[in-house]
């Protein structure tokens, strides 16, 4: 990537590109409504979409025109490994019985997150599930998703 | 006419009879002091966390531990800036310029105790200005229209654009895409559905609390997941500074702590602002007014008077915008607005008028906020400094899980958890790239604010776009737009080489 993007900006500027120009097309599909004196409903979604366009080619000018500089890591292992555990539990989360899966994602990521004392890794995925669990369950009276 | 009758006064007054109101914000304070000490987590974070909670509560007592959390939050942060040198939260980076050379010179439990009372004089300076200027100017309000409220709705989203920090144009688009995923539903006039993906649960639009959770708490959470950390070193407290001593400090430097909390106040009332301005501007302007033997940068107790006082006067100023105008003064303000919305209580002009005893409650409720913050701060301090140290890999799992589980008790809806997840991507990936997440959030606010005045405004004046300019009083607020964004982009350049300047300094005093 670093081939075509010299620098942050370019990258940045290029997505808010690709998302303007997305988000301007879904914003002139949207519907006219009933004939009533009014902006139309595209109106706000139309003029943020543009402005995202603009605000883009803006940065990418800008950082086309700038010294090369480092562009930042978007993951590393660590941040990947938590990301894709997040993403699971969060998608899934009421598909999944909230304590399971609560202490099996506590236990991943601090794995992950290379915690290396074995009493940490015993007592912490279990507390949290527990605590949390029962903290909404008996004090808030919120039912969290469980199987059974 | 007094929008606050005797009555209003002492029913907000006998909030304070309810024993509920004083545990929620002691609880408020104890969360926003770990919220604001933990390296990586802050003020709107653990706000856009509580508020799920207090959806079965009661106004009051949610209200008490939400101000807790916001006061004692703000105010946390510097103890990082201070052990570690890494700042909670922006707004006490320039509390570290003189906290941690104080700390590194064994005085960091001193550092600490004078930025827990100069927040707690800041507290209580923009509560007093709270309690007087925000009837007046709300009096004042009720003869606005919908054009001056689109003007004001601009105004602050132009702001927090204007005064992010790296640059203007990445402030802007971060706003512009909160705007965007405001108008995410139905339209409001004519029930036309915009970007809903035949998705029923974006009928209603996108839920603003998972949106905020994602946007602050998950994508923190990201961020210290990655691997290269630096490790810092967390300077020793052991060296305990006797109360007395703290308020001899204080009284030595009565007039700059008054002055920077008027300055805090003033800098929170402009709409989009934010503790990290308001720190700033205060510290520049210890600087331009230091004495000869003063050594800023190099542990001077008052920098951290200065930012300290500045940056907790923000909260009660930034009050000030939401309650009268219903337009938030900084992003936590911005998430309390939700807060307000959960009990059906929207703020703007007729707030007071119609609420005077919840006015006077949040008054009320916010210096309580900042007696507890005093003394669990002055009494806990050695016990903060241990939460500098909680690592990563215990934080991030538990902040996750309570994200999770937060944004699905809002209304027991796995796609609001989905929500979270989304907006937590999208958030780390602004960071990683140096975009402003506050001016998102700030979008997100005042997108529908903004959409509605500017219908009613131009349906009001028969599609005559010139009525923004014809009436003088958004004339004017569109005018001070212009200066402000003129002013604050000189101000920025001038805070950079101040930085510069004070860093400079300090590494020469190091080597020699």
């Known amino acids: ?148 | 006419m007094d929008l606050i009758s005797s009555a209003d006064f002492m029913q907000g007054l006998a909030v304070l009879l309810n024993p509920n109101v004083h545990m929620f914000v002691l609880i408020g304070a104890i969360v926003g002091l770990v919220f604001g000490a933990a390296p990586g987590l802050t003020a709107p974070a653990a706000i856009a966390l509580m508020i799920p909670l207090t959806y079965d509560m009661g106004l009051e007592t949610s209200l008490a531990l939400l101000l807790g959390v916001y006061c004692s939050g703000y105010f946390a942060g510097s103890i990082p800036a201070i052990l570690i040198n890494t700042p909670g939260t922006p707004g006490n980076a320039a509390t570290g310029l003189d906290g941690y050379p104080m700390a590194q010179a064994g005085q960091g439990d001193r550092a600490v105790a004078i930025a827990i009372v100069g927040s707690f004089v800041g507290g209580l300076v923009a509560m007093v200005l709270l309690a007087s200027i925000a009837p007046t100017l709300a009096k004042f309000a009720l003869s606005f229209t919908s054009v001056e409220y689109f003007s004001l709705a601009l105004l602050g989203i132009v702001c927090v654009a204007g005064i992010s920090q790296g640059s203007l144009m990445k402030g802007l688009a971060a706003a512009l895409i909160g705007v965007l995923v405001s108008t995410v539903g139905l339209d409001p006039t004519s029930g036309v559905p915009r970007m809903i993906f035949g998705i029923p649960h974006l009928l209603a639009g996108v839920e603003i609390i998972p949106a905020l959770i994602g946007l602050f708490a998950l994508s923190e959470m990201l961020m210290k997941s990655h691997r290269n950390q630096p490790v810092q070193k967390v300077m020793k407290t052991e060296e305990r500074m006797r109360i007395g001593q703290i308020f001899m400090d204080f009284a030595r430097n009565k007039w700059l702590a008054l002055k920077s909390a008027l300055l805090g106040t003033f800098i929170g009332l402009l709409p989009g602002t934010g503790p990290a301005i308001g720190s700033w501007v205060a510290y520049g302007d210890a600087l331009r007014t230091a004495k000869p033997g003063d050594k800023y940068g190099k542990g001077e107790p008052k920098g951290i008077i200065a930012c300290e006082s500045a940056n907790n006067a923000v909260t009660g100023g930034a009050m000030v915008p939401l309650l009268t105008l219903g337009i938030p003064g900084d992003p936590v303000t911005a998430i309390l607005i939700g807060a307000l919305m959960i009990h059906g209580i929207e703020p703007g002009p007729f707030f007071i008028r119609d609420y005077g005893w919840l006015f006077v409650a949040i008054v009320l409720l916010l210096f309580l906020s900042n007696i507890w913050m005093v003394i669990i701060g002055l009494l806990s301090r050695g016990t903060l400094a241990k939460v500098v140290q909680i690592p990563a890999y215990i934080l991030v799992p538990v902040i996750c899980v309570m994200a999770a589980a937060g944004s699905f008790a809002v209304v027991n809806s796995a796609f609001d958890v989905r929500i979270v997840l989304l907006f937590g991507i999208v958030g780390y990936l602004m960071v990683r790239f140096d975009f402003p997440v506050a001016a998102v959030v700030l979008g997100l606010v005042l997108g529908p604010i903004l959409e509605s005045n500017l219908r009613n405004a131009l349906i009001g004046s028969q599609m005559d776009p010139t009525v923004f300019v014809t009436r003088p009083i958004s004339l004017a607020i569109l005018i001070a737009m212009v200066a402000l964004l003129l002013i604050w982009k000189r101000q920025a350049k001038k805070q950079a080489r101040l930085t510069e300047q004070v860093l400079n300094d300090s590494k020469k005093g190091d080597e020699t």
């Open chain 1, 1 to 148: 990537m670093s081939g075509i993007f010299k620098n942050p900006d370019m990258v940045s500027g290029a997505a808010l590109i690709v998302f303007g120009a997305v988000a301007t097309a879904l914003s002139l599909d949207i519907s006219r409504g009933p004939d009533i004196i009014s902006l139309p409903p595209n109106f706000m979604p139309l003029i943020c979409s543009v402005g995202i366009v603009l605000c883009g080619l803006v940065l990418l000018v800008r950082g086309f025109t700038s010294e090369r500089a480092e562009l930042p890591m978007i993951l590393d292992r660590g941040s990947a490994g938590v990301a894709v555990a997040l993403g699971f539990y969060f998608w899934f989360f009421d598909d999944l019985d909230f304590r399971l899966g609560t202490w099996a994602l506590v236990l991943v990521i601090m794995l992950v997150m290379r915690c290396r004392s074995w009493k940490q890794l015993l007592i912490v995925p279990i507390a949290t599930s527990a605590i949390i669990y029962v903290t909404f369950r008996y004090l808030f009276e919120i039912l969290l998703p469980v199987w059974g």
